[in-house]
């Protein structure tokens, strides 16, 4: 639905009475906007108590009954600008507990969007290596990220020599004892990148090519709630 808050303010007394008094109005609206709703259903001074019966909004968020229509104008003023993945990224956050309905009339929208870190995702492959792609694109180049050779992908690198011939190349120079009990020892192709990586120094075109996103994009998942089209990491 569109980026607003639609509430159906009804009248309390004809309610415990058995009748259902309501209109429903779009926020934000004016004190005065707010009087001729209000009058139209029969609020005023000898008949002043009304509640919300119903709501719709854009937002994962529960309106109680006697919620402030005011902080609701609020809400409503800050989201109405709000792009399609900013409201996704809000929402990410309200279902996953990172904020509620009480951080929101606290802090505000506003203040709670400029703290977020949101990334846009392909959505076409895994979702950590989607993550980590494009976080690596949208907020943080890959040579800086720290400690990069634990996210090496040895057994992509092992399997690389072994299908490319550098391997066979290597085990030449061994007796055939010697190579077999060396097969023996790196069965895998995990184990053979291993080996070589430690013998021979990974420069940085070695560790971006051979850079596990799946992994990194784990270790990101800690921090970064992951959608369907977003992720986003609240500070």
Same mark, same amino acid.
């Given at each position: 639905?569109?980026?607003?808050?639609?509430?159906?303010?009804?009248?309390?007394?004809?309610?415990?009475?058995?009748?259902?008094?309501?209109?429903?109005?779009?926020?934000?609206?004016?004190?005065?906007?707010?009087?001729?709703?209000?009058?139209?259903?029969?609020?005023?001074?000898?008949?002043?108590?009304?509640?919300?019966?119903?709501?719709?909004?854009?937002?994962?968020?529960?309106?109680?009954?006697?919620?402030?229509?005011?902080?609701?104008?609020?809400?409503?003023?800050?989201?109405?600008?709000?792009?399609?993945?900013?409201?996704?990224?809000?929402?990410?956050?309200?279902?996953?507990?990172?904020?509620?309905?009480?951080?929101?009339?606290?802090?505000?929208?506003?203040?709670?969007?400029?703290?977020?870190?949101?990334?846009?995702?392909?959505?076409?492959?895994?979702?950590?290596?989607?993550?980590?792609?494009?976080?690596?694109?949208?907020?943080?180049?890959?040579?800086?990220?720290?400690?990069?050779?634990?996210?090496?992908?040895?057994?992509?690198?092992?399997?690389?020599? /072994?299908?490319?011939?550098?391997?066979?190349?290597?085990?030449?120079?061994?007796?055939?004892?010697?190579?077999?009990?060396?097969?023996?020892?790196?069965?895998?192709?995990?184990?053979?990148?291993?080996?070589?990586?430690?013998?021979?120094?990974?420069?940085?075109?070695?560790?971006?090519?051979?850079?596990?996103?799946?992994?990194?994009? /784990?270790?990101?998942?800690?921090?970064?709630?992951?959608?369907?089209?977003?992720?986003?990491?609240?500070?």
């Amino acid at each position: 639905m569109k980026n607003e808050i639609r509430i159906a303010i009804t009248n309390l007394s004809m309610y415990n009475k058995g009748t259902l008094v309501y209109t429903w109005v779009k926020l934000p609206i004016s004190d005065k906007d707010l009087g001729i709703v209000l009058d139209a259903i029969s609020i005023n001074e000898t008949n002043e108590e009304y509640f919300i019966s119903d709501y719709e909004t854009c937002l994962n968020i529960e309106i109680s009954e006697y919620e402030s229509i005011s902080q609701l104008n609020i809400i409503a003023n800050e989201i109405k600008n709000l792009s399609e993945y900013e409201i996704e990224a809000l929402n990410l956050l309200l279902n996953d507990g990172g904020i509620d309905m009480d951080d929101i009339i606290k802090f505000g929208i506003d203040n709670i969007m400029g703290n977020c870190s949101i990334i846009e995702l392909d959505g076409d492959t895994d979702k950590y290596e989607d993550l980590a792609y494009n976080y690596i694109e949208q907020i943080c180049d890959m040579e800086n990220i720290e400690n990069i050779d634990d996210y090496f992908d040895y057994e992509k690198y092992g399997r690389d020599l /072994r299908l490319g011939g550098d391997l066979g190349m290597y085990l030449e120079d061994y007796a055939e004892n010697e190579a077999e009990e060396f097969m023996q020892e790196n069965d895998t192709d995990e184990k053979i990148g291993e080996y070589f990586a430690d013998i021979n120094e990974i420069d940085e075109n070695m560790a971006e090519r051979y850079f596990n996103y799946e992994e990194f994009g /784990r270790y990101l998942s800690h921090d970064f709630t992951i959608g369907d089209n977003i992720a986003i990491y609240y500070c």
